[in-house]
């Protein structure tokens, strides 16, 4: 045998140019991190006593407006399954390929929404839900929403033009902005947007009590 220091690198040599294509091949089956899907939490269903509905005992109870959430408008990067960080007003945000929305993310909203507005209208039998086509309405809701994201341990931002409609006709309009901070992780984050919704729904609703109350032809 040739134990010559040159022979013996050379043999090395080949066994590790050897090994490489099996070193790759490795490294392709290598397990991706898992993927994490998360949904808006709805705010808890208000229950309101029958006595502040104001029903007399045998009397069937009022129905009030049947307000109907039209599709949520989103700003073109927030429309995509994988959730966005953005740190504070950054121009910089990060597109997060392993944290993705469970469902779309204009319907999460509408979702949550519908239930806030609901629970803050309960008092005059407000019903609130997203649009579907047929379903008789009295007045609808628009939502544009500029920004919706923030980070973990951050700020979180929701800012949104509103309208309350009637037969296409805009009878109250509003900017809402606010924020709040997230606490560590993404679910922390998601929790934040959650009830940054539940405000959004609050003013809303205040925006269809003041066109109920205030008489709108058509109301």
């Known amino acids: 045998?040739?134990?010559h220091p040159a022979a013996r690198l050379t043999h090395a040599a080949t066994l590790i140019l050897a090994a490489l294509p099996l070193l790759a091949l490795a490294a392709c089956f290598r397990p991706s991190p898992p993927v994490h899907f998360y949904v808006l939490a709805e705010p808890?269903?208000?229950?309101?006593?029958?006595?502040?509905?104001?029903?007399?005992?045998g009397v069937s109870?009022?129905?009030?407006?049947?307000?109907g959430i039209l599709p949520i408008t989103l700003p073109g990067y927030l429309q995509r399954p994988q959730m966005v960080v953005r740190q504070g007003d950054s121009v910089d945000i990060r597109r997060e390929d392993y944290h993705r929305w469970g469902e779309e993310?204009?319907?999460?909203?509408?979702?949550?929404?519908?239930v806030s507005m609901t629970n803050n209208l309960?008092?005059?039998?407000?019903?609130?839900?997203?649009?579907?086509?047929?379903?008789?309405?009295d007045l609808r809701v628009q939502v544009e929403a500029r920004r919706f994201e923030g980070s973990p341990e951050g700020e979180v931002y929701l800012e949104a033009l509103w309208s309350v409609q009637k037969e296409g006709q805009a009878l109250r309009e509003g900017h809402f902005?606010?924020?709040?901070?997230?606490g560590p992780g993404m679910a922390s984050l998601v929790e934040t947007q959650s009830a940054l919704l539940e405000e959004l729904g609050a003013e809303l609703a205040a925006g269809v009590r003041a066109v109920t109350v205030s008489g709108e032809p058509g109301v």
């Open 1 to 3: 045998m040739n134990h």
């Open 44 to 57: 808890p269903v208000r229950a309101v006593p029958a006595d502040v509905m104001g029903n007399p005992p």
């Open 61 to 67: 109870p009022r129905v009030g407006p049947r307000v």
């Open 105 to 114: 993310l204009g319907t999460g909203m509408a979702r949550v929404l519908s």
């Open 122 to 137: 309960a008092d005059i039998q407000g019903v609130v839900m997203p649009l579907r086509i047929g379903a008789p309405v």
């Open 177 to 182: 902005l606010s924020h709040r901070r997230a």
